[in-house]
C-alpha cells in the first residue's frame, strides 16, 4: 500500500514532478512508468490530478500525449524546435 507522503499539500506542484521525471528518463516513457515512478516520488495521486497535469504539459507545449493502446499511453517531451500543428491548420 502507497501512502502520502505529503498528506495535506505537495511542496512543490504535481507538473514539476513529472517534467523532472520525463526528462530523467530522456524524454519518452509509459504513463504506467510515470505513475509508478510519481508514487515513489511525491506519493499516491489519482488519476484525475494526473490526466490535470498531463493536459496543463500539453496545452503549454511541453509534452506530447499519445495513446499507444486502449489503455496505454506513451508521454513524450517536445524539444522547442518540435512545433505541432493545431486543428484546420494545415
Known amino acids: 500500500m502507497v501512502t502520502n ?3 495535506y499539500w505537495r511542496p ?3 507538473i514539476f514532478s513529472i517534467m523532472n521525471i520525463v526528462e530523467r528518463r530522456e524524454g ?3 504513463e504506467d512508468d510515470l505513475i509508478r515512478l510519481l508514487e515513489n516520488d511525491v506519493g ?3 488519476e484525475r490530478e494526473l490526466n490535470r497535469a498531463l493536459m496543463k504539459l500539453e496545452v503549454k507545449g511541453l509534452i506530447h500525449v499519445q495513446s499507444i493502446k486502449k ?3 506513451v508521454i513524450k517531451r517536445i524539444d522547442r524546435k518540435q512545433k ?3 486543428i484546420g491548420e494545415d
Open 44 to 46: 499516491e495521486i489519482s
Open 12 to 14: 512543490f506542484p504535481l
Open 28 to 30: 519518452v516513457l509509459l
Open 5 to 7: 507522503k505529503y498528506p
Open 84 to 86: 505541432y500543428l493545431q
Open 71 to 73: 489503455n496505454q499511453r
